[in-house]
């Protein structure tokens, strides 16, 4: 006997709306088989109607208020791909929990800011709301850590979360590239916005992190919170600096439980060449996941792309396709919205780990002695420390520390700079453990 | 209010057994905000009764038949630890899902042999089979294949899914040692039995291979039709020779559409040394899925021990402690066991790929150009050629071929074995394309 199908609406047709549809359409039979009923769209909106987006959209009814379709008493499911942290996307998600409509979104922005509310609504109604795109595009994360690592106690979540940037890094290291260089070629070809900012300066990944903080730790989401440092001002020196100590530079999102509380940050980091997340190139996203009961596990594979994200949206899509009304759904974010703690933030000078230290030092007598004592006085133990450029005017100090302390980094690298002896201003990355 | 706890059943209580009990009682109240229920252990079935355990078993009743366990009226769930692909354990499987019991194993060779029977009856009677443990412990690698990746088409799955080999071939590659030696490292350690067999010669993988391919091609479990070869004729030299050529020797379980039909392979392999894959050292296991829509994932992390297959077998567990009685689950195998096609083998010989050629040949003029003449007979063009020992009575010649066939290869080293010119067995390793 065939079940009733699930009905969709698809508010958003961009690449991965358009990509949602074709898939559904070409993979048919085989979600029904999967899932032992169709899943049919039935509506879809979207800005600008008359676009030809490769699709074919004869048997769906357009609509175009999103608000409006996501209230429709024709669907089940409400499919949000429209974009940005509130405004219509906001709008027609709450519509579509309100008005009893299971929600699937890719929308990382919204579930930065607007989550644990809307994780609510869904709760009280006895909804699903499914968002496995919204972090790290194919690489289903969202249900290893809701569903699979269930009871385990998350120590450390972090991860390669941005294409772009992790493109940039990859071809400066690759062919000792300029960020600048690297960069432009990024737009050319499509891996990076008109406008980066929000990409390299680490926003995107900070929004994608503050989810899996969320889902890691039990705790309310708290983007605002997140420490953040971007990969514009890395250099190519820093690569290669880097490459000798034995470490490849990656722009992590980092969350880690302290005794403090939790810490949030984004910033470029050293990872040993040998890890795993260190082989990650290019526009590939990797997580790592540290718990009690598992150890390390490492999830890699495609950040974006339409096909990609598609594929988790329909991912999303079965699961409710499975499903059926009147059963209890585990809750949105692991734990039920309502008992997700406030998030405790651990202070970033408190933030133990190594730091890369390069600093351009004018060629006189005593710098090096300065800056060693300097070191010691704000007891910062070092692992090496090695000096370039004999013959410049200019002398490059490259320190490696033992593990420290954020605090006192930042007072032993302000006093050296008082101390007038830098002739740049000087570089710090922090290292991470990775297995 | 507070639902009604998820009472389960547990027989066997090895390691994975033991910890299972443990975790669930330590992570009692976090479970049960996880899934909106408690999961109480209620009845255990071990062999022996009077063993130390180091686990609080007051609380539990004892069983001592794991069938009469698994029929019990006072469990929803039997979870079957005890291993083996007939006996006990089958029996106590098939009871507990003829008695409308849920079932979670870690029991690969059961599956292996009795999956597709075990999935009919559980989809006849509703019930979940879930067995997340059965395959590369605590990685996610089961969800990953039956939910997330839903509708997509998956066009190879391969990975190290046996801790023991590749804590040997570790070992091999970062310390010269001979396969004896390790193994026998290995064995004192306690990373390998004390009868490998099962382990090194590649059984192991093959049952866990035959599940991840049924999950990804929709086909009947068919391990026996496994292309099998261990890693026990692996030496130093083919390892110092893969390194020198940007290899390293990896065993890996393979499952690959073609056009002929599915290959399913477990065999030493070599990957790019610059691949994520070849990243996994010691005990760790990984698993790479490529399909149409998604690209490539990878998901890498412990393959074994008591808490990571614990954790996965507790995953298994929240997902049923989440779902309600009466609402239709998922197929076992991804798709309904009954429309399962039937396993339709790709032959070994038409398998396409690049090889590594390694031969100790007599030194005596003109054995270069017969072996050059052998390989071009057989169509089979080189992507290099060296040759070592120049002032010994034997010459190793190393080859590395562009994509060619199987029966090509096998053919050309049976020429050249016939031609008398070698001193003694040809080796013959395998390359697999890897990210």
């Known amino acids: 006997m065939a079940a009733a199908p699930l009905r969709i609406g698809i508010a958003g047709l961009g690449t991965v709306g ?47 208020d999103p608000v409006e379709l996501a209230r429709s008493p024709e669907i089940d499911v409400f ?52 968002y496995e795109a919204a972090v790290a595009g194919g690489i289903p994360v969202i249900k290893t850590l809701r569903e699979a690592l269930a ?40 891996y990076a916005e008109a406008d980066p900012t929000f990409d390299i300066e680490g926003h995107d990944t900070a929004h994608k992190l503050s989810i899996l903080t969320s889902l890691a730790f039990g705790c309310q989401i708290s983007a605002q919170d997140i420490y953040l440092e971007g990969i514009s001002n890395i250099t190519p020196a820093d690569i290669k600096a880097a490459a000798n100590l034995g470490y490849r530079i990656k722009l992590l999102g980092v969350a880690q439980r ?48 339409g096909n990609a994200t598609a594929s988790a949206v329909i991912g999303d899509l079965a699961d409710i396709a499975k499903s059926r009304p009147g059963f209890q759904h585990g809750p949105v974010f692991g734990r039920p919205a309502r008992e997700l703690a406030p998030y405790q933030r651990a202070r970033m000078r408190s933030h133990e780990g190594g730091y890369f230290i390069r600093l351009t030092v004018h060629d006189r007598l005593g710098v090096f002695a300065s800056i060693a004592s300097r070191m010691a006085e704000n007891e910062i133990s070092l692992e090496s420390i090695v000096q370039h450029g004999d013959a410049a005017e200019y002398k490059t ?34 290292i991470e453990r990775a297995a």
Request: aromatic fraction near 2%; include cysteine.
């Open 151 to 190: 009871g385990n106690q998350v120590s450390r979540v972090f991860g390669i979360l941005n294409g772009t940037c992790n493109y940039i890094l990859t071809r400066m290291e690759a062919e000792g590239m300029s960020f600048q260089e690297c960069l432009a070629d990024a737009q050319r070809l499509g």
């Open 18 to 64: 358009t990509s949602v549809v074709r898939m559904l359409a070409d993979k048919k039979s085989e979600l029904e088989r999967q899932c032992g009923r169709p899943i049919t769209t039935i509506l879809v909106s979207a800005r600008d109607r008359t676009r030809d987006r490769g699709i074919d959209l004869s048997q769906i009814q357009w609509v175009d």
């Open 258 to 305: 302290t005794e403090t509380g939790i810490e949030q940050r984004v910033h470029p980091t050293m990872v040993p060449t040998s890890s795993v997340i260190a082989q990650v190139h290019g526009v590939t996203n990797a997580v790592a996941i540290e718990t009690d009961m598992l150890g390390e596990l490492l999830l890699s594979g495609p950040g974006a792309g």
């Open 79 to 130: 499919v949000e791909l429209i974009g940005g942290d509130n405004g219509p996307a906001m709008a027609s998600v709450k519509a579509a929990l309100e008005s009893g409509k299971h929600v699937v979104t890719a929308n990382k922005a919204l579930l930065s800011k607007h989550g644990v509310e809307l994780a609510q609504i869904a709760e009280e109604n006895g909804l699903l709301l499914n």
């Open 397 to 430: 100090v490259i320190m490696v520390t033992h593990e420290t302390t954020e605090l006192a980094v930042r007072n032993a690298v302000e006093r050296i700079t008082n101390d007038g002896l830098l002739a740049d201003k000087p570089q710090v990355i922090r």
